[in-house]
C-alpha cells in the first residue's frame, strides 16, 4: 500500500477512536451528572501537554522539510560548480571526467526518483558512490603537479560529495517512532476527556465532537506527511528541477 494512503488510513482510524472514545466519555459523564473534584487540573495539563507535542512535532516537520529543499538547491550548485572546474583540468583528461559527471548526476537523480522503492534507491546510491570514486580518482591523476588546479578542483569536489552525503543522512532523520506513538496516545486521551466535559456540562454536542476529532487527525496527518516529503503528498521532488537543469546544461 502506498504511503500516502498508509498516512490516511492512521489518520481515519485516529479519527474513528477519538469519535468512539469522546462518544463513551459523554454518555459516562451524562449518567453520572456532576463534575469530578479536580478533573479541570489534569485537564488543563493533558491539554496543554498535547498543544505543546503538537507544535514541537510540526515545527521539526516543517524545518526539515525546508532543509531538504535547501539541500537540494546546495547540491545543484555545487555539482554546477565542480563541472565548470573540471575546465583546469588537462584538455585530454576532460571528457572522460565530463562523462563521469553525467553519471554521477544521472545515479543521484534516479535514486530520489525510485523512493519509495527503497532497495531501488540503495542501488542507484550505490552506483552514485561508486562513481564518486572514480571522479576522485580521475581528479587526482589529471590534478599531479598542477597546483592550481589541484587547489580548486580538489575542494569543489569535496564539497559536492559532503552535500551528497548530508542529503542522504537527512532524509533518515526523524523524530523517534515513540514521538509519534505519544502524540496519537495524547489525542485519544484528550477525546476521552473532551467527551467527558461535554457531558458533565450538558451542553455541546455531536458538531463539537466531530471538530475536534478531525482537526486533531488532520493535524496529525500533517505532521506525518510533511515529515516523509519523498512519500506522502507533501513533496520536495518540484525541487529536483535545479538538479534536472544543471544534468541538461551538461549535455
Request: proline share 4%; aromatic share 8%.
Given at each position: 500500500?502506498?504511503f500516502?494512503?498508509?498516512?490516511?488510513?492512521?489518520a481515519?482510524?485516529l479519527?474513528a477512536?477519538?469519535?468512539?472514545l469522546?462518544?463513551v466519555a459523554?454518555?459516562?459523564?451524562e449518567?453520572r451528572?456532576?463534575?469530578?473534584?479536580?478533573?479541570?487540573?489534569?485537564d488543563?495539563?493533558?491539554?496543554?501537554?498535547?498543544?505543546?507535542?503538537?507544535?514541537f512535532?510540526?515545527?521539526g516537520a516543517?524545518?526539515?522539510?525546508d532543509?531538504?529543499?535547501?539541500l537540494?538547491?546546495?547540491?545543484a550548485n555545487?555539482?554546477?560548480?565542480a563541472?565548470?572546474r573540471?575546465d583546469?583540468?588537462p584538455?585530454?583528461?576532460?571528457?572522460?571526467?565530463r562523462?563521469?559527471?553525467?553519471?554521477?548526476?544521472d545515479a543521484?537523480?534516479?535514486?530520489?526518483?525510485a523512493?519509495?522503492?527503497?532497495a531501488?534507491?540503495k542501488s542507484?546510491?550505490?552506483?552514485a558512490?561508486?562513481?564518486q570514486?572514480e571522479?576522485w580518482?580521475?581528479?587526482?591523476?589529471s590534478?599531479a603537479g598542477l597546483q592550481?588546479?589541484?587547489?580548486?578542483?580538489l575542494?569543489?569536489?569535496?564539497h559536492?560529495?559532503d552535500?551528497a552525503?548530508t542529503?542522504t543522512v537527512q532524509?533518515q532523520?526523524?523524530p523517534?517512532t515513540?514521538?509519534?506513538?505519544?502524540?496519537?496516545a495524547?489525542?485519544?486521551v484528550?477525546?476521552?476527556?473532551?467527551?467527558?466535559a461535554?457531558?458533565?456540562?450538558?451542553?455541546g454536542?455531536?458538531?463539537?465532537?466531530?471538530?475536534?476529532?478531525?482537526t486533531?487527525?488532520?493535524?496529525?496527518y500533517v505532521?506525518?506527511d510533511i515529515?516523509y516529503p519523498r512519500?506522502?503528498l507533501?513533496?520536495?521532488?518540484?525541487?529536483?528541477r535545479?538538479?534536472v537543469e544543471v544534468?541538461e546544461?551538461?549535455n
Amino acid at each position: 500500500m502506498p504511503f500516502e494512503y498508509q498516512v490516511m488510513l492512521l489518520a481515519a482510524a485516529l479519527f474513528a477512536a477519538m469519535l468512539t472514545l469522546q462518544e463513551v466519555a459523554r454518555r459516562r459523564a451524562e449518567r453520572r451528572r456532576e463534575s469530578q473534584a479536580g478533573g479541570g487540573i489534569v485537564d488543563g495539563a493533558v491539554f496543554a501537554l498535547l498543544g505543546l507535542l503538537i507544535a514541537f512535532t510540526f515545527s521539526g516537520a516543517a524545518s526539515r522539510f525546508d532543509t531538504r529543499r535547501g539541500l537540494i538547491i546546495d547540491e545543484a550548485n555545487a555539482i554546477s560548480t565542480a563541472y565548470l572546474r573540471i575546465d583546469l583540468l588537462p584538455a585530454a583528461a576532460q571528457p572522460g571526467v565530463r562523462a563521469l559527471f553525467r553519471n554521477y548526476l544521472d545515479a543521484r537523480l534516479a535514486a530520489y526518483r525510485a523512493l519509495p522503492d527503497l532497495a531501488a534507491a540503495k542501488s542507484e546510491l550505490a552506483r552514485a558512490a561508486a562513481v564518486q570514486q572514480e571522479i576522485w580518482a580521475r581528479a587526482i591523476e589529471s590534478t599531479a603537479g598542477l597546483q592550481p588546479a589541484t587547489m580548486l578542483v580538489l575542494p569543489a569536489l569535496n564539497h559536492m560529495f559532503d552535500i551528497a552525503t548530508t542529503r542522504t543522512v537527512q532524509t533518515q532523520m526523524h523524530p523517534p517512532t515513540v514521538i509519534f506513538a505519544l502524540l496519537i496516545a495524547l489525542a485519544l486521551v484528550s477525546a476521552y476527556i473532551a467527551g467527558d466535559a461535554i457531558g458533565s456540562a450538558g451542553k455541546g454536542g455531536r458538531l463539537h465532537m466531530l471538530a475536534f476529532a478531525f482537526t486533531l487527525a488532520a493535524a496529525v496527518y500533517v505532521i506525518i506527511d510533511i515529515e516523509y516529503p519523498r512519500l506522502g503528498l507533501i513533496r520536495v521532488d518540484a525541487f529536483d528541477r535545479a538538479l534536472v537543469e544543471v544534468r541538461e546544461a551538461m549535455n
